[in-house]
């Protein structure tokens, strides 16, 4: 039961969770700031078929007139892709103030991680999560991604970090607040463009099964963090790595120029690189998105079994 009076539950999700069924939550942030219109709608629209397809309900997350949502409707995915950059990027630190104002805000991986456990939701599928910057030893931009998943025991199915990031030190990080950081199918962190990243995971798993059975053990001694599971890009819709590296660094150099800092920078460097390559990007992006789906609903349904 929903106890939560800041809470909405949408009714199929409801039921889902109370009838013990596999549910997976997706963000908004990466609808309203992450792709642009209007590709951004249809992807949100398809990764929720291929999540039920492979047998869970899908729950976007959002905040709407204050209120935190679990499970939109196509309208109001429609509306937050279309509204793209006006809405506020919500992290875990305006949560208040939006449900206090009766403002809209697009979830995080963080705030998504934390309205999906008051919902009761597991598992979560996205695309990339945030990290440490590079330079982050002058700038201190550390993602709050990072802390939340130290914190809130949700599974987070992505594809890597890009190399926006300084991926070492994302790593040392994630060790340092007690996530795993599992390879799915790779020994070897994915850089979501790219298959590799020269880093390596802390442990592989192959199977859906795995993953849930890992994940109910951490639940089941009470540990509270997440777990982050990282998935390749499917070979085919990899980037060249000369290609994606070339825009990734002109980005950060005009980013750096422009003085761009705090929470546009991420959104600044997604759109730049999406603009460099051509839109290329923006399918590579699209498919893994559909990849992480299916891992992420395929795992739900075995948590739940
Ligand atoms: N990385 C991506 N795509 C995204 C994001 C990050 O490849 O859409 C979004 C996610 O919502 C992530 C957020 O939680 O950016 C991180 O922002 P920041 O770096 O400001 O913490
Ligand atoms: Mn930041």
Do not use: W
């Not at 993953?211 to 963090?225: D, N, R, T, V």
């Amino acid at each position: 039961m929903n106890m939560n009076k800041y809470l909405d539950i949408k009714p199929e999700v409801a039921e889902a969770l109370a009838a013990g069924k596999p549910v997976v939550a997706l963000e908004s942030t990466i609808i309203s700031h992450g792709m642009p219109y209007p590709q951004n709608v249809e992807t949100a629209l398809q990764v929720e078929q291929i999540i039920r397809d492979n047998g869970a309900v899908p729950a976007t997350i959002a905040i709407i007139g204050g209120r935190l949502k679990a499970g939109l409707t196509a309208e109001e995915i429609e509306y937050f892709g279309k509204k793209g950059q006006a809405i506020t990027k919500a992290s875990r630190r305006d949560l208040a103030v939006l449900c206090a104002r009766g403002m809209d805000g697009a979830t995080t991986v963080t705030t998504t991680m934390i309205i999906a456990h008051m919902a009761g939701i597991k598992v979560f599928a996205t695309g990339g999560i945030g990290g440490v910057h590079r330079g982050a030893e002058t700038t201190m931009d550390i993602s709050a991604d990072l802390e939340e998943l130290g914190q809130t025991p949700v599974m987070v199915v992505c594809a890597g970090a890009k190399s926006i990031l300084d991926l070492g030190l994302t790593l040392e990080y994630l060790e340092t607040k007690g996530v795993p950081v599992i390879g799915f199918g790779t020994e070897e962190l994915p850089a979501f463009y790219t298959r590799q990243s020269g880093f390596g995971v802390d442990y592989r798993v192959d199977t859906p099964e795995e993953l849930a059975k890992i994940f109910k053990a951490s639940h089941e001694m009470g540990l509270k963090s997440g777990m982050l599971v990282t998935n390749p890009i499917p070979e085919e819709f990899a980037m060249p790595k000369s290609v994606i590296d070339a825009a990734i660094d002109q980005a950060i150099a005009e980013c750096n120029a422009n003085g761009i800092h705090g929470k546009e920078t991420t959104p600044f460097l997604l759109a730049r690189v999406a603009e460099l390559t051509g839109g290329d990007s923006l399918a590579s992006n699209i498919r893994l998105v559909f990849n992480n789906a299916k891992i992420a609903a395929q795992t739900a349904v075995e948590y739940c079994k």
